[in-house]
């Protein structure tokens, strides 16, 4: 699932293929994309808004990624799955959910799953998910006594509070998990517990974190013609991530998994505290 480092990269590789230019058409290919709801006309309908608009810049907001046109905004949310195919003007589309049309080709949005979500904006803050989204860890705010603020006071996990898009914008599964583990912070803690300290070394290792993921997307940076093209660098990345069984590359404990909300957390006993 794409988090912050992959959404950044996607933003900042696509943005020279579409930035001032003007798109021709718009095709909604599988409407679900664009529906909040089951019954929702409105968001599909909406996505015409864009059409003749010109393509200002590209941008991410916590795991969203923002079009900006001359008038209004695309904003998408690739959950799962969702990703970005770019077609030359004569290679036929495969599967495309929505289709943006360029005078060089064609940017389609694919999600097999149909668990990503596309929707046209006037201002990227009429998406509540935008609106609240809260402190993002790329940003210079970004420092330990602004996540000392957001932990202060709160009871859950310090996992499930990293991992709350209203508190820190962008962080997801596995690099919540990898931040826990370079800070050596056991993800169950109560977010109220983690001393200044602990706070300091927790910012710190979520910025570094993020920041070499995001090196490492670049790096083979997505090639968008290719339409199996993924990440290849994050699960070599990773220290303790889907890695339960093995032994922990500090300390030599074995790495446990665990639940929590529903999605499970992987974390070092032996150096994680
Ligand atoms: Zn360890």
Not at 62 to 76: F, Q, T
Not at 90 to 100: K, Q, T
Not at 224 to 237: A, S, T, Y
Request: glycine share 10%.
């Amino acid at each position: 699932m794409p988090e912050l480092p992959e959404v950044e990269a996607i933003a900042r590789t696509i943005e020279p293929l579409i930035a001032g230019r003007r798109i021709l058409a718009t095709r909604l290919l599988h409407p679900i994309v664009a529906r909040n709801s089951p019954c929702d006309t409105d968001g599909p309908l909406s996505l015409a808004n864009a059409r003749a608009r010109k393509v200002i810049g590209v941008c991410r907001r916590g795991k969203y990624l923002l079009i900006e046109l001359d008038r209004g905004w695309l904003a998408y949310h690739f959950r799962l799955s969702g990703q970005f195919v770019w077609y030359d003007r004569r290679r036929p589309l495969g599967h495309v959910d929505f289709a943006l049309d360029f005078p060089s080709g064609t940017l389609g949005f694919v999600d097999e799953r149909h668990l990503g979500r596309v929707r046209w904006l006037d201002r990227p803050e009429d998406l509540p998910g935008i609106a609240r989204l809260g402190l993002d860890p790329l940003s210079r705010d970004f420092s330990g006594e602004r996540l000392a603020g957001v932990l202060r006071g709160s009871r859950r996990p310090v996992k499930l509070v990293l991992m709350d898009q209203e508190k820190i914008a962008g962080l997801g599964n596995i690099w919540t998990a990898e931040s826990l583990w370079q800070a050596r912070i056991d993800p169950r803690r109560r977010a109220e517990t983690l001393s200044g300290r602990e706070t300091r070394d927790l910012a710190r290792s979520v910025a570094r974190v993020v920041r070499r993921a995001l090196k490492s997307c670049l790096d083979p940076a997505p090639d968008f013609r290719n339409p199996e093209w993924w990440f290849e660098n994050g699960d070599k990345m990773a220290r303790v991530y889907a890695r339960e069984g093995r032994r922990c590359g500090r300390c030599g404990a074995v790495i446990r998994r665990v639940e929590q909300g529903g999605r499970s957390t992987y974390f070092c006993p032996g150096c994680q505290r």
